[in-house]
C-alpha cells in the first residue's frame, strides 16, 4: 500500500538502498509545455488549431502516433516521406525550446534531493524515454550528478517493461533488487515494480497508488519536508500551455 505522509528516505531508503534511479519529466523537469509548443506551431504552419484539448491525446504516445494523431485533428493525409519530415520538423523546435532551458527550470527539491542522496552515497541513475535527456540535463547544470544515464536511444521497450530501469541499474552495477526508482507515471511505477525495484510515486498519490511511496514533488523528500524554492505549482509557473505560447510570435517562452 502507497503512502503519501510519512516517507523518510533516511529511514525507508538508507539502510538497504545503494541505487536511485530518476524519471525525468515530471520529476526532475518538466518539458511537456516545450512538445505542446512544437505541436501546436506544427499545426498552426498545417493551417489548423491544436488545442490543449487535443494535446490531451498524445499523453504517453510515441512521437510517429502523435504526429498521426495531430493530422487526424486536422483532416489531413501526407505519405510517409512527408510524415517522417514532419517529425522531424517538429523535433528540431523541441530541441530548440529545450536548449534554452536553465537550471531555474528544475523542479523544486530535485537537486538538493539527488545532491543529499549522492553525499550519503547511493549511486543516480537517469532512466529515460527521452533522446534529449542528455541535453536536457546538460542545460539544468546537472549532468555531473548523475552515475549513469540512460536515455530513448538506448533501449527497445517502452515502459512499462522494466528495460530502462534494469540497463540503469547495470550502469550503476547495483542489484536492481537494492534500487528505488523514482516516477510520475503509472506506466513507470509498473516498470519499477517487474523490475524488482521499489518505487516511490511523484504526483497524485490516487493516480500512483501502486507506488510504494507517494511524494508531491521531491522536494518533500528533503529532510525539511518542504521545498527550497516555493512549491511544485509555483515553479511551474502556469505550465498549461497557454502560458508558453503565442500565436503571434510563434514562440513566448516564459522565463522560469
Known amino acids: 500500500m502507497s503512502r503519501i505522509e510519512g516517507f523518510e528516505p533516511e529511514r525507508d531508503l538508507l539502510p538497504w538502498c545503494k541505487g536511485a534511479i530518476f524519471d525525468l519529466d515530471g520529476v526532475i523537469v518538466d518539458t511537456a509545455r516545450y512538445h505542446y509548443l512544437a505541436w501546436r506551431r506544427l499545426a498552426e504552419e498545417l493551417g489548423f488549431e491544436f488545442t490543449p484539448e487535443h494535446n490531451e491525446r498524445l499523453k504517453g504516445v510515441s512521437r510517429m502516433r502523435s504526429l498521426e494523431i495531430l493530422l487526424e485533428v486536422g483532416g489531413i493525409s501526407v505519405s510517409p516521406e512527408e510524415k517522417q519530415q514532419l517529425a522531424e520538423k517538429k523535433n528540431h523546435w523541441y530541441v530548440e525550446y529545450i536548449s534554452a532551458l536553465t537550471p531555474d527550470a528544475l523542479l523544486p527539491g530535485a537537486r538538493e534531493f539527488l545532491t543529499w542522496l549522492r553525499e550519503r552515497g547511493v549511486k543516480i541513475a537517469l532512466g529515460s524515454a527521452s533522446k534529449n535527456a542528455p541535453l536536457i540535463l546538460d542545460r539544468l547544470g546537472i549532468t555531473g550528478l548523475f552515475d549513469a544515464v540512460v536515455d530513448g536511444t538506448m533501449v527497445e521497450k517502452a515502459k512499462p517493461d522494466p528495460e530502462v530501469f534494469l540497463k540503469g541499474a547495470g550502469l550503476m552495477d547495483v542489484d536492481p533488487r537494492e534500487c528505488v526508482v523514482f516516477e510520475d507515471a503509472v506506466a513507470g511505477i509498473e516498470a519499477a515494480r517487474r523490475g524488482g525495484m521499489k518505487a516511490v510515486g511523484v504526483g ?52 522560469f
Open 204 to 255: 497524485d498519490p490516487e493516480v500512483l497508488a501502486e507506488a510504494d511511496w507517494v511524494v508531491r514533488s521531491l522536494a518533500e523528500c528533503l529532510p525539511t519536508g518542504g521545498a527550497s524554492e516555493g512549491s511544485s505549482e509555483e515553479k511551474k509557473l502556469d505550465s498549461s500551455p497557454e502560458g508558453v505560447y503565442n500565436s503571434d510570435t510563434k514562440c513566448n517562452v516564459k522565463p
